[in-house]
């Protein structure tokens, strides 16, 4: 009966194709609107046709009929200008006649589009042609209509100049104290503007701080936020000034805009910090370090209980952030975090997570009591909150609760995003290192998510997590291992797999049982593609040349990749087989007795001399970057051709780690970055590096004195600004220092001949030995002059001082031309700052790759031991200033105290090779003394124990 009825009103029924053809259809009208809803109103505009519509400005019946159609016109004149389709010079000059016309037009929406096209046109256009629209904005800002004011003020910020702007200062002056908190912000933002865009300009804006005090007792919330903001600048070189502002302000509470009481924290924080780093305040808590300290901290703790939160939120981060700030000054502030956790706004609390995060670094303790905040915030609908919420808790969670929060984290992984998850990992690991007794639950957590789903960025975290917990707590390194091995059964990153490998054959061997490794490792000749099968066999080489008793299995399953249809695979195959069979030919492995006593049982250790020892398992002296750079170096030095004899490691120059070594080494590093063997390699465009001692070869008198050891870093001699400017670079030979001295002449009217740098070498170390002098110096040229010093080798070095004063002579010249206006010139003396070579200048920075080996390898036969009192007050302070006499490279990370160090003694390995070629090992170690100082306790050692005592007194 329904059939019949819906064929009576003439429907059809219901079918398949007709619910695909509807859908159709509908696709086809959605896709048509959204196809017309894409297209640019400005698309394919023609400058042409836009400058001759244009024409419409000098109608005046159009412009008042059309204001709509004069707006249209500018906004096209403005997208040709951003989209690089400038107008030329003759058109600009008609454009802006044309626009000076629109002026007369009543229509608010036209003349703020007016405003617009000459503000953002103005720095583009020739200035004869913007000075045109002048006299119509000079007069908008006197006009009664506020809206029109504040928006000619706001223009002419952009196009006046000094000249222009003294006749103008009258009315910006009066605006800047308007009743209309519109023209008045226009004023304080315009003046803004004005004061960075020339310093004659900053001159008169300057004059105006009385109508800016002025304008900080505004009603208007933005004209007091602009106010604050013209105040600063104009005293931010004005430090009493600046403590004026903020005294007065902070005391007197008369700012209402939440704003402007934002900026006044910023400015207070910003005062406390500068009293500890110039030193004007005293150790202990940030409350009571100096009398502005106290009134700045007293100011902070008030505005935590403004009822808005923007500034509650302001005064609460920089407390946190505070230099010198003790525990219980944290207080108030964690107080109000805590309190923001639960806002209902999501911005709230990912800031107040984000802060209490990062003051969990160094205060983990204090944040503790938020943790059930934190717990109930892992649940957040706001991933960027629940991430940030885990990895505090991790840092402030005690040893009891990390099953339980490991438990939350392993159901919350899985729905969070690869790069959050980087981030909770990175956490696990240092709550490793805080708990070691934690490891295996630790690593087994970490290892459960290598086998889930995730991203090869994802998974590398992992595993770098897991290797640097290995190398830093040794206890997980027989477990990690084994989760390693499972890992790469089916890992699907072959970057990962060959790292993982490489690792197994160096880390493998040394452990209690290597043979259950072999397994995994030759699983992966087997099974896997052939860099992966390359990787394998070089670690089954390294198994079998580290444990003899493993050789004879290893070499069966090495000779089956002699026939592997990979190249390079095959090739370390072959090289394997060939150093295992003469090794065990050489020293064949005799199996102890079966009933043979442990202590009884030799080592599984090669012999000194084992071929595949040597082969696989000796590292080279220096990486390959360094070799490189040291070949270079030897090319470049004079009369290398002619060197007789083999070319061994200890012939080659030494070289100096670079910057990026020097901060790796010193443990500067981040982290995540020193987690270190598993971040794939940055590919940089390759720099050329300019040997600095070039200049010292190419001058034949200087190339003579021999091979270049090391080059210092340029020493300034003058101020930036002086006169003459000169710096000095110290070029360390065996038996001769070269002083490069670079002098600049800055004196245009000026040309200086016969450049030299005498100094007064009054010491037992050195004597001048030679000068070469720059022949002439012209205007803003930087030309080099030496000076040689003969060390007397038998002499031990000690840090000696040279007075230094510059000699030329003075020729003066025409500044446009460069010719002589003088006959002759007159000899001049210039005096500079005194320079100083001390022994860390023969020292070159050069890390080792296991330092616990060399220096037991060094011995202590030429061993010195020394013990001083140092006068620091920060035990960081005395670590960098060791370093920094010794000029030796730390090693093993041990160049920087690691956070939450609590004041243990911390303990320095230092490497380095001086002048001559001997390498140079020191330990020392610094400590704390209560409150007197610090204590330093210093072993050297060397191949020649007085370059070990050298190196020594240098801290005395």
């Known amino acids: 009966?329904?059939?019949?009825?819906?064929?009576?009103?003439?429907?059809?029924?219901?079918?398949?194709?007709?619910?695909?053809?509807?859908?159709?259809?509908?696709?086809?009208?959605?896709?048509?609107?959204?196809?017309?809803?894409?297209?640019?109103?400005?698309?394919?505009?023609?400058?042409?046709?836009?400058?001759?519509?244009?024409?419409?400005?000098?109608?005046?019946?159009?412009?008042?009929?059309?204001?709509?159609?004069?707006?249209?016109?500018?906004?096209?004149?403005?997208?040709?200008?951003?989209?690089?389709?400038?107008?030329?010079?003759t058109e600009a000059t008609e454009v802006f006649f044309g626009v000076t016309k629109l002026f007369m037009s009543d229509d608010a929406s036209l003349r703020r589009m007016v405003y617009l096209f000459i503000k953002e046109v103005a720095e583009t256009c020739n200035p004869d042609d913007v000075i045109i629209v002048t006299s119509s904005l000079t007069k908008d800002m006197t006009c009664d209509v506020d809206l029109y004011r504040a928006n000619a003020l706001r223009v002419l910020a952009r196009i006046v100049d000094a000249a222009m702007l003294g006749a103008i200062e009258r009315y910006v002056k009066q605006a800047v104290v308007d009743s209309s908190g519109m023209v008045s912000s226009a004023a304080l933002v315009s003046a803004l503007h004005?004061?960075?865009?020339?310093?004659?300009?900053?001159?008169?804006?300057?004059?105006?701080?009385?109508?800016?005090?002025?304008?900080?007792?505004?009603?208007?919330?933005?004209?007091?936020?602009?106010?604050?903001?013209?105040?600063?600048?104009?005293?931010?070189?004005?430090?009493?000034?600046?403590?004026?502002?903020v005294q007065q302000f902070s005391q007197r509470n008369s700012l209402k805009s939440p704003m402007a009481i934002v900026l006044l924290i910023r400015y207070t924080t910003k005062l406390m910090h500068d009293e500890v780093t110039?030193?004007?305040?005293?150790?202990?808590?940030?409350?009571?370090?100096?009398?502005?300290?106290?009134?700045?901290?007293?100011?902070?703790?008030?505005?935590?209980?403004?009822?808005?939160?923007?500034?509650?939120?302001?005064?609460a981060k920089l407390?946190?952030?505070?230099?010198?700030?003790?525990?219980?000054?944290?207080?108030?502030?964690?107080?109000?975090?805590?309190?923001f956790l639960s806002n209902p706004k999501p911005s709230i609390r990912f800031a107040s997570m984000k802060t209490l995060a990062q003051v969990a670094h160094a205060h983990p303790r204090t944040v503790s009591k938020c943790n059930e905040d934190l717990e109930a915030l892992i649940a957040d609908s706001n991933r960027s909150i629940a991430t940030l919420a885990i990895t505090t808790l991790l840092k402030t969670g005690s040893e009891n609760s990390i099953d339980r929060l490991l438990k939350q984290?392993?159901?919350?992984?899985?729905?969070?995003?690869?790069?959050?998850?980087?981030?909770?990992?990175?956490?696990?690991?240092?709550?490793?290192?805080?708990?070691?007794?934690?490891?295996?639950?630790?690593?087994?957590?970490?290892?459960?998510?290598?086998?889930?789903?995730?991203?090869?960025?994802?998974?590398?975290?992992?595993?770098?997590?897991?290797?640097?917990?290995m190398r830093k707590v040794p206890e997980t390194t027989e477990s990690s291992l084994l989760h390693l091995c499972e890992f790469i059964e089916d890992c699907e990153f072959t970057m990962l797999s060959t790292q993982i490998l490489n690792l197994l054959g160096d880390m493998g061997p040394e452990t209690s049982a290597p043979a259950r490794y072999i397994r995994f490792v030759y699983n992966r000749v087997i099974l896997e593609n052939a860099a992966v099968r390359a990787a394998a066999v070089s670690a089954l080489a390294k198994f079998a040349a580290k444990c003899p008793s493993l050789r004879s299995s290893v070499m069966t399953l090495l000779k089956r990749s002699l026939v592997d249809e990979d190249d390079e695979t095959r090739d370390r195959a072959a090289v394997a087989v060939r150093m295992l069979e003469d090794a065990?030919?050489?020293?064949?492995?005799?199996?102890?007795?079966?009933?043979?006593?442990?202590?009884?049982?030799?080592?599984?250790?090669?012999?000194?001399?084992?071929?595949?020892?040597?082969?696989?398992?000796?590292?080279?002296?220096?990486?390959?970057?360094?070799?490189?750079?040291?070949?270079?170096?030897?090319?470049?030095?004079?009369?290398?051709?002619?060197?007789?004899?083999?070319?061994?490691?200890?012939?080659?120059?030494?070289?100096?780690?670079?910057?990026?070594?020097?901060?790796?080494?010193?443990?500067?590093?981040?982290?995540?970055?020193?987690?270190?063997?598993?971040?794939?390699?940055?590919?940089?465009?390759?720099?050329?590096?300019?040997?600095?001692?070039?200049?010292?070869?190419?001058?034949?008198?200087l190339a003579g004195l021999g091979r270049v050891f090391r080059t210092s870093p340029p020493v300034e001699l003058t101020e930036p600004e002086a006169e003459y400017v000169v710096r000095c670079i110290k070029h360390i030979c065996d038996e001769h220092v070269v002083l490069q001295f670079q002098v600049q002449n800055t004196i245009e009217d000026q040309r200086l001949d016969n450049v030299t740098v005498q100094i007064d070498a009054d010491s037992v170390v050195f004597e001048v030995a030679g000068e070469i002098a720059a022949e002439q110096i012209k205007y803003g040229d930087m030309e080099n002059c030496f000076t040689v010093l003969q060390r007397n080798v038998d002499s031990p070095l000690s840090p000696s001082t040279f007075a230094c004063e510059l000699h030329f002579s003075v020729m003066q010249v025409d500044p446009t031309t460069g010719e002589e206006e003088g006959d002759v010139g007159f000899e001049e003396e210039y005096p500079l700052e005194d320079l100083e070579v001390t022994t860390s200048d023969f020292m070159a920075k050069v890390s080792v790759p296991d330092f616990r080996r060399a220096w037991e390898t060094m011995g202590n036969a030429h061993e010195v031991m020394e013990k001083f009192a140092l006068q620091f007050k920060k035990q960081e302070e005395a670590v960098k200033a060791v370093v920094?006499?010794?000029?030796?490279?730390?090693?093993?990370?041990?160049?920087?105290?690691?956070?939450?160090?609590?004041?243990?003694?911390?303990?320095l390995h230092l490497s380095g090779v001086f002048v001559g070629g001997r390498s140079v090992l020191a330990r020392a170690q610094v400590a704390m003394?209560?409150?007197?100082?610090?204590?330093?306790?210093?072993?050297?050692?060397?191949?020649?124990?007085?370059?070990?005592?050298?190196?020594?007194?240098?801290?005395?």
């Open 1 to 89: 009966m329904a059939d019949n009825e819906e064929q009576q009103d003439g429907q059809q029924p219901l079918s398949m194709q007709g619910i695909l053809r509807e859908v159709q259809d509908l696709a086809e009208k959605f896709k048509d609107e959204d196809g017309e809803m894409f297209v640019s109103p400005y698309a394919n505009l023609e400058k042409a046709a836009v400058l001759q519509e244009a024409r419409i400005f000098n109608d005046s019946q159009a412009v008042r009929e059309s204001p709509r159609k004069c707006c249209t016109v500018i906004a096209q004149l403005l997208h040709l200008q951003n989209t690089g389709q400038f107008m030329s010079g």
């Open 194 to 245: 004005l004061f960075d865009a020339a310093p004659e300009n900053a001159s008169i804006v300057k004059r105006w701080i009385s109508e800016c005090t002025e304008a900080t007792s505004s009603a208007n919330d933005m004209v007091q936020f602009h106010a604050m903001q013209l105040l600063y600048q104009i005293k931010a070189h004005d430090r009493l000034g600046i403590s004026k502002i």
């Open 278 to 315: 110039e030193g004007r305040a005293q150790a202990g808590s940030i409350q009571h370090a100096s009398p502005m300290c106290e009134s700045g901290y007293q100011f902070l703790e008030s505005s935590l209980r403004h009822k808005t939160e923007m500034v509650s939120y302001e005064a």
């Open 319 to 339: 407390m946190c952030g505070l230099p010198q700030v003790e525990p219980q000054d944290l207080s108030p502030a964690i107080s109000v975090l805590q309190m």
């Open 409 to 469: 984290i392993s159901t919350f992984l899985t729905d969070i995003a690869d790069e959050y998850k980087i981030t909770v990992v990175r956490s696990l690991q240092q709550l490793c290192l805080t708990y070691p007794s934690k490891h295996r639950v630790i690593i087994g957590f970490l290892s459960n998510f290598l086998r889930e789903e995730g991203g090869f960025e994802f998974k590398r975290s992992i595993v770098s997590g897991i290797v640097s917990l």
């Open 584 to 701: 065990m030919e050489k020293y064949p492995y005799v199996a102890p007795p079966e009933d043979a006593e442990p202590e009884d049982i030799p080592k599984d250790e090669p012999q000194p001399d084992d071929p595949a020892s040597v082969a696989f398992l000796d590292v080279m002296p220096i990486s390959f970057d360094k070799l490189e750079r040291s070949l270079k170096a030897y090319t470049a030095s004079p009369g290398w051709e002619n060197v007789g004899g083999q070319l061994t490691f200890s012939s080659l120059p030494v070289v100096e780690d670079t910057a990026a070594e020097l901060r790796k080494e010193s443990g500067m590093v981040e982290e995540n970055e020193a987690a270190g063997a598993f971040e794939p390699p940055v590919l940089e465009e390759p720099k050329e590096k300019v040997d600095p001692a070039a200049v010292i070869y190419a001058i034949p008198e």
């Open 884 to 907: 920094d006499f010794l000029g030796m490279q730390p090693c093993d990370g041990t160049g920087q105290i690691k956070p939450n160090a609590g004041g243990k003694p911390h303990m």
């Open 929 to 956: 003394q209560g409150d007197s100082g610090v204590v330093l306790k210093i072993a050297v050692r060397s191949e020649d124990e007085g370059v070990s005592r050298m190196v020594a007194d240098c801290i005395s």
